[in-house]
């Protein structure tokens, strides 16, 4: 039980509240740091997303695909649709599509009929013996005359799947026949049908329920090879209709009459790689331009976070302008922040030694430069200079910013690394609000002040407790004192 001032007279209680408010002069303390801290990760946090996505924009500067600054224009028979990779050259072409990829295929010649209609595929086929798909590998299936000739189609295409050839079987209600062909284009994809009994012996009957026609075996219609010719220059044996010849991926859509073809005409393009450098250089720029300003902001250490206390007695607007200054400087000469941008700057302007010195290994060559030192490592691209080399020398420049070596990495894949190990760094240092677990050194720094804040608190009861004991014992000791002296007084004075 609390005492306060009933003997003495004191106002106890904010006797206490004054003597507390000395005690917990360390936990205030201790509590604006936690603030601060809490204020530096979510700091730190903005600026690590801030350079994912840089990163994200830095990912396509690696790649060959980027740079590919060709583009073609195809005239002629249209036989083929042509459009250019990073390797091409400019110049005329002439293609000439001789012959397409085809798969190999088998349908029923003649309407296929159960109980002398046409069959549908829930009806039974109702004969009996082993189907023989005969390819690169002999695969058998063995039907009984209860399956559906839906049934045989499923059993026909899980059977070869993985085999060469790999089929595609339907049976088809409106037609009342099978459809197969194979999965694949080209020669190799040719394959046959053989129809037997449990004993080996031919199966006609079978035959004409697949087939339409009594014959123990069939074959498909035979599939082809792609071919095609270009300045000349043929590449047979295709199972595919599109291939890549000199940096050129030709398309093959139909064969050329005799005496046709198609004309390409490849060109250097530098718009594409040019917009995105230009646009990667525009998001590096406002980056840098942010952190710089957050790495230079003033410190104002008179302007603490406030306590809950203390924001009771000030205003709205007073609260804000208050924070604004307190949050004020919270990357200022960040170790962190500096060695990442100095880091990004190197990676940026350093010579690329994977490159000799006959070619193009320096940003400053294709027109793209840091301003004044006091731009904070800007980039400033002189457009003329990097259409000029995109246009004149795609293939350097590509290299220049694309290519991986033991001597070096080109400008865009070492840009990249960097950033990827800028992220990894700032959220080993304050987490990543993305990830489930949290172990970063700042949140270990959090937990543990939270724990001390806990003790302090605990601490601070013992000692409010405490004082509010000792005063009470005061109270009572003073109030037995009134007690005995109002006792002498009556009895010795005679109650005068």
Known sequence: MRVGGLASGMDTDSIVKQMMQIQKMPL??????????????????????????????????????????????TTGSGSAKITTTAQAMSGNYDVKVNSLATPAKLTSGQILKADDSAAKSTDAIGVAGKITVQGTTDITIDVTATMTYADVAKKLQEVTAGTEPALRVNFDNTTSRFFMSSKELGEAQNFSLAFTNADGTDNPDLGKQITGTAQASVASTAATNGSVTIDGITVDGLTSNKTTVNGLTI??????????????SVKAD?????????????????????????????????????????????????????????????????????????????????????????????LSQIGINTGDYREGGKLFIDEAKLSAALTEKPDEVMNLFTVRSADGDGVGARVYDKLNDIVKNLSTQAGSPASSVDNSTMTKKL??????????QDRLTNIEDRYWRQFTAMEKALSQMNSQSAWMQQNMFGGM
């Open 251 to 264: 398309e093959m859509l139909k064969v050329d009459a005799p005496g046709s073809s198609s004309t390409v």
């Open 447 to 456: 937990r543990r002040m939270e724990s001390e804040i806990t003790r302090w």
């Open 28 to 73: 205030d303390k201790l509590m604006q740091q936690k603030v601060w801290t809490e204020w530096q990760q979510e700091a730190i946090r903005e600026q690590n997303l801030a350079f994912s996505n840089l990163r994200t924009s830095a990912s396509s500067l690696r790649l060959q695909s980027t740079f590919n600054a060709y583009s073609a224009e």
């Open 270 to 362: 530098p718009e594409k790689p040019m917009q995105q450098i230009k646009d990667f250089v525009e998001s590096y720029n406002k980056t840098i331009e942010e952190l710089q300003k957050q790495i230079v902001e003033k410190r104002y250490p008179d302007f603490q976070p406030l306590s809950d206390e203390q924001k009771k007695d000030m205003s709205e607007n007073e609260i804000e302008l208050w924070e604004e200054k307190a949050r004020s400087g919270l990357l200022r000469n960040d170790p962190v922040m500096k060695s990442a941008l100095q880091d990004l700057r190197r990676a940026f302007m350093d010579k690329v030694g994977g490159i000799g010195d006959g070619s193009i290994n320096l």
